[in-house]
């Protein structure tokens, strides 16, 4: 196999990954405990759907209740994945480093870390609110 083909095959490994990892979190899109970030919680998923869905003011009040009421549901959920969650984003990391070179690898570290540093900056945001 060419290096081309590698590389390109490497990629849409990888895309594969990110999107099956992305599905996965999206368990936990809608709520996730303080501190922990990556979603707005229910009052910005309420203010999305209002925004993107045109509620009205008496939908917005009963998708509110629906979110307040599957609130303690969600956050259960998030917090029995979230352990199986990021070992398999640490194996996943593990994997495609080992197919780097060590160029590649310190690229792609720096990449993590700058992902790392933009997740680690919406959950203090998102923590404040």
Do not use: C
């Amino acid at each position: 196999m060419s290096k081309s083909t590698r590389t390109a095959t490497l990629l849409l490994l990888l895309a594969f990954a990110l999107g099956a990892i992305a599905g996965i979190g999206g368990v936990a899109l809608y709520r996730r405990p303080a501190g922990m970030g990556h979603s707005p919680g229910p009052s910005g998923y309420l203010s999305r759907l209002s925004k993107d869905l045109d509620l009205t003011p008496t939908q917005r009040d009963s998708v509110g209740a629906i979110l307040k009421h599957y609130e303690p549901r969600m956050d259960s959920v998030w917090q029995n994945f979230r352990p199986t969650f990021e070992t398999l984003r640490a194996e996943l990391r593990s994997d495609i480093n080992a197919q780097l070179t060590p160029d590649q690898q310190r690229r792609y570290a720096e990449l993590l870390e700058r992902q790392d540093a933009r997740r680690r900056n919406k959950d203090s945001s998102n923590a404040t609110r």
